[in-house]
């Protein structure tokens, strides 16, 4: 496929990703003629609760799940609320004691925020956040190391959005529930990209954004295993079976159904074609770049995804000069994007501070193509080495 503009090459695809045309072809009749009011008895409503219902399928089938597991939510971050505090205010209605949490230093501020608050208001008597080494994994070993029981969520992302390191999540599900606990992951950035099938995972409870595959921001979905217990985010009506009050976003419901069934279709092309354009980029920049290094492991990572820091430069500084070129790329994580300091997964990782600050994160996607790399390719060594020299630590 041809980049979507002329002037922008975008390689910050795991910060938002453009809406597919299909996509938004499946949304227009949505935002027209077809407004009916799901819960409504009359035969316009019905026909807008038959798509919905189909959407949710089409959700259901890119992760392997059955339809009545996914909850449609508003965002990965809504997901992951709902999933840890959801966990937590059940368990402690019900049990009338304190959870514990479990997640990765690496956490998207989503669930590293949300953990730590739920600490800090005691409604968590304990969090214990794993570290990682310097490529960016946890040690299998520090999770057997921990207390997990039925009072234990562990939320370990799928696949981390700064380096794109994919966890072992089936290994870390079954290690927890071995021993009685619940299994969270933000699967943000890893639906879509890697083939993901529930049936096959222990996994309890799943975060997706829409924004990450190709459909419109301010859609998500979150899946719960059947049987598992949790509070409900959003208190109101009967909508979601009871699991989140509020009329449903019908347009976006079914942009994001449509994504996913594009995205089933097109994981293929992510693990193949995207990555090699992914690895020929890495390959060139690592080796005509003075002082590069790559951040995270260099086998299993997202396929889409690679993120190389460059020895004394200002990582804002590299992304200027990309801008002024029309290519746009990330310093790490949009979530995170403002700070002067280097983000929570560099230092986690113990990437040192010369390169930890110059981190820069190269996201494809399917409507890239090769005359992108190219352009990256050409500007970037010439971009390194003025930095260099007009930095003073170098």
Known sequence: MSNASNTIIYLDNNATTRIAPEVLEAMM????????????????????????????????????????????????????????????????????????????????????????????????????????????????????????????????MWANNETGVIFPIDKIAEKV??????????????????????????????????????APKGIGAAYFRAGTSFSPLLHGGHQENGLRGGTENVPYIVGLGKACELAAARIEEENTRVKAMRDRLERNL?????????????????????????????????LLYLDEHGIAASSGSACTTGSLEPSHVMIAMGIPYSYAHSSTRFSLSVYNAEEDIDKVIAVMPGIVEKLRQLSPFA
């Open 177 to 214: 529930k071995s021993h009685g606990g619940i299994f969270h992951t933000d699967a943000v950035q890893a639906v879509g990209k890697i083939p993901i099938n529930v049936k096959k995972s222990p996994v309890d409870m799943l975060a997706i954004s829409g924004h990450k595959l190709h």
């Open 286 to 318: 690592l080796e005509k770049c003075k002082g590069a290094k790559l951040n995270g492991l260099a086998a299993e990572r997202l396929p889409n995804t690679t993120n190389i820091s460059f020895e004394n430069i200002e990582g804002e500084a590299i």
């Open 29 to 156: 009749p949505f935002l027209g003629d077809s407004y009916g009011n799901p819960s409504s008895i009359h035969r316009f409503g019905g026909m807008i609760r038959r798509h919905i219902n189909r959407a949710r399928e089409q959700v259901a089938a890119l992760i392997g799940a059955e339809p009545e597991e996914i909850v449609f939510t508003s965002s990965g971050t809504e997901s992951n609320n709902m999933a840890l505090k959801g966990f937590v205010q059940s368990h402690n209605h019900i049990h009338k004691k304190s959870a514990q949490i479990i997640t990765a230093a690496v956490e998207h501020p989503s669930v590293r925020n949300t953990a730590r608050l739920l600490k800090d208001e005691g409604a968590a008597a304990e969090l214990v956040e794993l570290p990682v080494d310097e490529g960016g994994m946890i040690a299998l070993s520090d999770i057997d190391a921990k207390r997990i029981d039925p009072d234990t969520i562990v939320s370990i």
